[in-house]
């Protein structure tokens, strides 16, 4: 029952008053013997706290079972509102602006187009214009969008090695060798090509490393005793300037088994690029052997018949001073008639410059140097080309003289 106005309620001592637990029952478990406050201000009504202080809501903060979830409905609802609403109005300002754009595209007058008459190409210089082909002389259109073939330039490039063939024309520099001969250099070329084929280097490497080693010997005398510390450098050089990994100076040691020393090896290297005058691009006959051979559309077999004959020639000192480009010729006219495939075809003479009347000593050199008894020294080419990775031609057999005459008419 409610207290008399004037009387305050007695407190019990066993009596506690109660701890909020939680916002939604803090009203619930609040009964009316609970005091607010001591000491209330004069004057002032007293206040319930069910019905809510409205004077001091900053601090006191009650809420009711369901009001949160609403609250957060209400919000949500509002930033979703909000969110639309600013889309709504980034579109209208997008809208807005492109209008404007069409707007000024539609004033903006439309220039008239000024025809201008094309210009004609101005002729090239003569030294600048590439060489002029005939149609059926003409190998290297049906490459032009390989890159890799240069098919624009490729008749230039050939002309150009064909060219440089006159600055290392060598002569028979035995003479001046007092302790060489050509039996040991055919063992050296012999050991060349071993070299070659166990570091798996290529073709090109084995011809510039002997055109090296032969320009080297043609400057100066050499001891003997130096001779395999040349070649294995020259090929080291080589190898430098064809291979795409070349073979380290240690791998030539080793291979040397290790009669030389590592500063050795060195100073012989720069003893013979001294001696070349570092100029080692030399043209060898197995790229002009590849060109010649595309003319005709040679065969693999053929053209690899061609190869070893060619490679044979590089032990023989009597075809040393003959031009790299002569030389290639000379090989695959002689394959083409072993092979019965024919003669010296316009074609070839057009991309060689050889006629065959210019080839005719050297391919009769090169029959002899054939059917000659093998010397047993020199047996790593014919033994390469014995595998069947080079279709077995060391065992082709040779056509007779009488038949390669009547092709060289």
């Not at 075809?319 to 006219?333: D, F, I, K």
Request: glycine fraction near 4%; aromatic fraction near 6%.
């Amino acid at each position: 029952m409610p207290f008399p106005r004037g009387k305050k309620p007695s407190v019990t001592a066993g009596s506690k008053i109660p701890k909020l637990r939680g916002k939604g029952i803090e009203n619930q478990e609040e009964g009316p013997q609970v005091k607010r406050s001591s000491s209330p201000p004069q004057g002032a009504p007293k206040k319930r706290t069910a019905f809510v202080d409205l004077t001091n809501a900053h601090k006191v903060h009650i809420s009711l079972p369901g009001t949160k979830k609403n609250s957060l409905k209400k919000t949500q609802k509002k930033k979703a509102t909000s969110t639309v609403l600013d889309k709504n109005e980034a579109n209208l300002k997008k809208d807005r602006v492109m209008e404007e754009k069409q707007r000024g595209e539609e004033e903006t007058p439309v220039e008239q187009l000024v025809v201008v008459e094309a210009v004609p190409p101005r002729e090239l210089p003569p030294h600048l214009q590439g060489p002029q082909i005939p149609e059926e002389f003409d190998i290297d259109s049906q490459h032009q969008d390989d890159p890799t073939l240069t098919a624009q330039y490729a008749k230039e490039i050939f002309d150009y090695l064909k060219a440089r063939e006159e600055k290392f024309i060598l002569s028979d520099y035995m003479s001046i060798q007092p302790s060489l001969n050509a039996g040991m250099r055919a063992i050296l070329v012999d050991w060349l090509v071993e070299v070659q084929e166990n570091f798996e280097l290529n073709h090109e490497t084995l011809y510039l490393a002997v055109k090296v080693t032969d320009h080297f010997l043609s400057a100066a005398p050499v001891n003997r005793e130096n001779l395999q510390l040349i070649g294995s450098t020259a090929l080291l050089i080589a190898s430098k300037f064809e291979e795409r990994c070349p073979p380290c100076v240690d791998d030539f040691l080793y291979v040397c088994d290790d009669a030389y020393k590592r500063e050795e090896v060195i100073a012989m290297e720069t003893s013979i690029l001294q001696a070349l005058g570092f100029d080692i691009n030399i043209p060898v006959p197995y790229r002009f052997l590849r060109r010649y051979a595309k003319c005709v559309s040679a065969s693999m077999e053929t053209l690899t018949l061609a190869r070893y004959v060619c490679e044979l020639s590089l032990q023989e000192m009597d075809l040393v001073p003959e031009r790299g480009s002569l030389l290639a010729s000379a090989c695959l006219l002689l394959a083409l008639v072993t092979k019965e495939l024919g003669g010296w075809s316009p074609i070839l003479v057009f991309h060689s410059g050889y006629g065959v009347s210019e080839l005719v000593p050297v391919v009769r050199r090169l029959h002899s140097m054939l059917t000659s008894p093998p010397d047993d020294k020199l047996l790593a080419i014919r033994s390469k080309y014995s595998h069947k990775v080079f279709f077995e031609v060391a065992t082709t057999p040779m056509v007779d003289l009488d038949t390669l005459e009547r092709a060289l008419k």
